[in-house]
């Protein structure tokens, strides 16, 4: 590849990225559907500038999908690149030192919503390709791109789309570069992703609010029960209360656990620079890795319910809500974690009170096989610019599609350019542009690389 | 009195209450401010209207006092009229059936936020004494107006005023009608008033908030951690955990107890159409009258952290807030309750979370001599109008300055023209109009009846 295409084009690039990151495209708000779009269509003309003979924009019900696919190279490997447009809700806005959509440079990273989680790696790929690009803007290899906008809101729309149309995933491989590094300098591909179940707990215990005055001592507070359930679904030790949660847990294999303990941690840096807490929590008799890779997790996200507006309204609620999550390990289901849930509810709440578990999104859980060629070919890129190889580790967060992405056969390789402390779904989100001009560089090996070596055996899939 | 006043007046009697009803003043609400400052102007017009020769609106930090005094009266007593011209907010929005601030009649009964509590009531004060105005718009007996617009929010402008100027409540009997009867047919006066804790407790586990894939398994969770300390903060059974709160409180009389036992009161009507639950909670060992007005609670009215919006943000709140308040009783105080609190939460919360209390406002319980002649001249009031005494019951809500409206000397009368299904701090809050036109009577005869007994050893005092 050219290596001098990220030295030549700094410039530009940081000026093109800055343009899709202060789109604000945060599928989960109704209001910004539009910026959705738009990111969609900064994509669409940036396919078309790449040169890219198709390019769509795909409608569902939801957020739109962008596809495109390079001009065909006979003979070579098909890549089918996956990433999203979409980001997360910016709140709390006040803690942002610049605004989230308005991207800013600060020491050598640049701040923004979505610069990590995904727009930034995002845009890493397509300049990876752009430098792989020949005179004739040809690429190496073929390449199938595929960009959703409902990674973070948990859309089907994607899903929906590889269901109908599996020929879409036929491919020799299927990149997924929404992860990050396991440390600075140490580049990592993902064995395995945990699945999630996304729900909302509503308590009913009055018709209508009341007054404190007159009614407290005597009639239920839905707070104050939603409170109580809340604190009994997981223990002050760590232990979800599902029934039957754990028991489809596959434990990690004694390789896997091997591996992890090879890798560089420092407990003490990790509590106050990444999870900025005064000390870890959840289950003591496992691991730090096990507890965010390979074990479930119950978390709420909010509350909501009577009155936290200034002053002192003395209302005794006759509803509240809780959003809450579980992540979920190799083993378990989306489905059948559900289930578990919505029974674990009915039979916490007191008899009294109308308890309802609305589930609202969610994904199965995902392992990966590491040993397709294509991953030795992904450690050289790495080595070639970085000087190691990548280690292979889990994460603890979800993509959904994922699963869906290997239906053609591919494998997924689960890979980023993050760093640890790059704040995902927290304000002050970053990207080190060191790791994206690297980056850059890396995938343009990569692509070559595999075209190369990746897919040798393999003829072209039929266009879509 | 001019008993065919009512009768004569009470389509332009509706006008006007519906006039002041449908000023929003949400005195809690600091975008309420200009409406708070409209409702003190039309009390101040309506005064001066009714012939004061004393009318002022009185600065403060905070809602302004309305301030009164009716011509002198030489030789009669004097009463010191109460009320507050603010309400509370009207959220939540969508369950009322008309708006709140667009007074609707159905069925007999005037549905609008500030209705019972305590617009209507004032104005009910107001038309009763324009009922008993001679030609020459002179009042059987002097009468003083002291109307605040903070009692539910905490501001503390008329304790202020009436620290500085004890004079103010130099009287024969301070009337304060801002509640209910014991149930319909049955008139009410107060023995005693709950005071109020109110606070916000805030748990801080990180710095910055986590996504709950990455961390989730590892990171406290600062609504996690908050609940948990909140179901610890009462127990299951209804015992707040509060060290030494209960300590304090003053179990009522033997005599009172066997009055509250001789109330008509049906349990299944009650939990039915006041409480709307399908059970009632809390200190089971005692009576539901002991439980209302006679002993301590702790309720949860609010949380806020993480994210209520709509769609699925997994996020790990780095803070959190819960909005509570304790009532207390007799020989509790707000200030060694609030100090209790601020312990309790210490030695609860991990070590590991920075946990803190703001007390926001609250006012000492209250406790009322009932023997004062004043109280069985309006027992009689009552009997002529309703055809039975008032019954002695007490409030569990608060009214933090009623202590401040004794400091003269004078007993204070608490009584009202509401009933218990007002809906008061709630959506669809009402008045029925039979209470208003029959209360407007009764005043009146408590004016001039008092104005014949009440004071006849007093004379009136100095102008404020």
């Given at each position: 590849m050219d290596t001098s295409f990220v030295a030549r084009e700094q410039s530009r690039l940081l000026g093109e990225l800055s343009g899709f990151l202060s789109i604000p495209s945060v599928s989960a708000l109704p209001a910004h559907a539009g910026d959705c779009r738009r990111a969609a269509e900064w994509l669409r003309d940036e396919l078309a500038g790449l040169g890219c003979p198709v390019v769509q924009i795909i409608e569902g019900n939801g957020h739109p999908v962008v596809w495109a696919e390079s001009p065909p190279v006979p003979g070579r490997p098909t890549l089918l690149i996956y990433g999203h447009y979409d980001v997360q809700p910016p709140d709390p806005l006040d803690e942002w030192i610049s605004p989230p959509f308005e991207p800013t440079v600060r020491e050598g990273r640049l701040y923004a919503r979505g610069a990590a989680d995904d727009k930034g790696q995002v845009f890493c790929l397509l300049k990876a390709y752009e430098a792989t690009l020949d005179a004739t803007r040809r690429p190496p290899l073929n390449v199938r791109f595929i960009f959703e906008g409902e990674e973070e809101s948990g859309g089907h729309v994607i899903e929906d789309l590889l269901h109908a149309e599996p020929e879409r995933t036929r491919a020799d491989a299927a990149l997924v570069c929404d992860m990050s590094y396991y440390a600075p300098g140490w580049p990592a591909v993902y064995t395995a992703l945990r699945g999630l179940c996304y729900a909302e707990i509503t308590v009913r215990t009055l018709q209508r609010d009341l007054h404190s005055g007159t009614y407290g001592g005597v009639a239920p507070n839905a707070l104050e029960t939603l409170v109580r359930l809340l604190a009994r679904l997981k223990d002050a030790d760590g232990e979800i209360q599902v029934p039957k949660l754990y028991k489809a847990v596959e434990p990690p294999s004694k390789a896997e656990l091997k591996g992890w303990k090879q890798l560089p941690f420092d407990k003490a840096a990790y509590l106050r620079d990444e999870v900025t807490a005064q000390v870890l929590t959840g289950?003591?008799?496992?691991s730090v890795f096990e507890r965010v890779w390979a074990l479930p997790t119950f978390e709420i996200h909010g509350i909501k319910g009577g009155f936290v507006g200034e002053g002192a309204k003395t209302v005794i609620p006759a509803q509240a809500m809780a959003k809450v999550s579980l992540r979920l390990v190799p083993g378990q289901s989306y489905a059948k974690v559900g289930k578990q849930l919505e029974r674990a509810v009915a039979s916490l709440a007191p008899r009294w009170a109308d308890a309802q578990v609305r589930l609202l999104h969610g994904g199965d859980p995902v392992q990966v096989d590491v040993d397709h060629p294509a991953f030795a070919v992904l450690d050289e890129a790495f080595a070639t610019v970085t000087g190691r190889t990548a280690v292979r580790i889990r994460a603890g967060g979800s993509i959904p599609v994922v699963p869906d992405l290997g239906l053609g056969g591919a494998p997924v390789l689960l890979t980023g350019i993050g760093l640890p402390d790059d704040g995902l779904h927290s304000p002050n989100e970053k990207l080190d542009l060191a790791q994206l001009w690297s980056g850059i560089e890396i995938f343009g090996r990569f692509f070559e690389q595999f075209a190369e070596q990746g897919g040798a055996a393999s003829s072209p899939p039929p266009p879509a």
């Open positions: 289950l003591r008799e496992y």
